[in-house]
């Protein structure tokens, strides 16, 4: 049973949104910073709808977007071409990167994936084996020192309690996934042979900020969002956490 099918819409409406919004510019910024000059090969590795891997092929990357879901795939298909970017899809799990793209790459996303499937460190040692020497690692998931900050704000303290202790939750996706702190990330990364770089917290402030914001009142939360997703200690609560690795040694 497909737990994504029927929700890539909705995913994809999401990079409308405020939040949605912030998380794409402040990773994408980042990325910006740290990976090599185009046309270098980057793998969007579980790349759903294609969010990130439009904006790095327009200017000039060789992008292969790799999803398990047909649906979503397509989704990203037909965005790429609304946008007139291109773009390789393959179909399939990243546990299978080696065997379904049969290439090296020069960087590699993996946002919002290693959440949802019950062996990351798999995962992670398939992408340690498509990556290039010096390769640059974007991870990008959810922290579990600020999962309950969400909840416990909009009032539902039940839920906000349960997750002081616990790291499975379902999200507004409604596909339960779970939550790992700064430490467990750069553990799992340093296991599968990737060497941590950098880190910064993602989406403290603006995850429950409205959607109707005016273009000045976005700019000003995304300069906030950018200063504390870098400094102690409001990056060790956000939201979600973005990892920049290197491939070894």
Not at 59 to 69: C, E, F, H, K, P
Not at 81 to 110: H, K, M, W, Y
Not at 170 to 198: F, H, K, M, Q
Request: charged share 25%; aromatic share 6%; glycine share 8%.
């Amino acid at each position: 049973m497909d737990r994504f099918a029927g929700r890539a819409d909705w995913f994809d409406e999401h990079y409308s949104s405020t939040r949605g919004r912030v998380r794409l510019a402040l990773v994408l910024e980042r990325l910006s910073h740290r990976l090599p000059p185009p046309p270098a090969r980057v793998l969007d590795a579980g790349g759903g709808t294609a969010a990130f891997a439009i904006p790095l092929a327009a200017r000039g990357y060789d992008v292969t977007l790799l999803d398990a879901s047909p649906e979503w795939a397509e989704v990203a298909r037909a965005n790429a071409a609304q946008r007139n970017v291109s773009l390789e899809l393959v179909v399939g799990p990243v546990e299978e990167a080696a065997e379904l793209t049969q290439a090296s790459f020069d960087a590699i996303l993996c946002h919002a994936v290693l959440m949802y499937v019950d062996d990351p460190s798999r995962c992670l040692r398939a992408l340690r084996s498509v990556a290039k020497a010096g390769a640059i690692l974007s991870l990008l998931e959810k922290n579990s020192e600020g999962i309950a900050l969400r909840p416990g704000f909009a009032g539902d303290y039940r839920e906000a309690r349960r997750l002081l202790v616990e790291t499975i939750s379902a999200g507004r996706l409604g596909v339960e996934n779970r939550s790992r702190s700064i430490g467990e990330w750069e553990d799992l990364l340093t296991e599968t042979d990737w060497r941590p770089i950098e880190w910064a917290g993602v989406r403290l402030f603006s995850d429950s900020a409205p959607d109707d914001l005016t273009a000045e009142e976005f700019q000003a939360l995304l300069n906030l969002e950018r200063d504390a997703g870098t400094k102690e200690s409001y990056r060790r609560v956000s939201r979600l956490l973005h990892l920049l690795a290197g491939a070894g040694p």
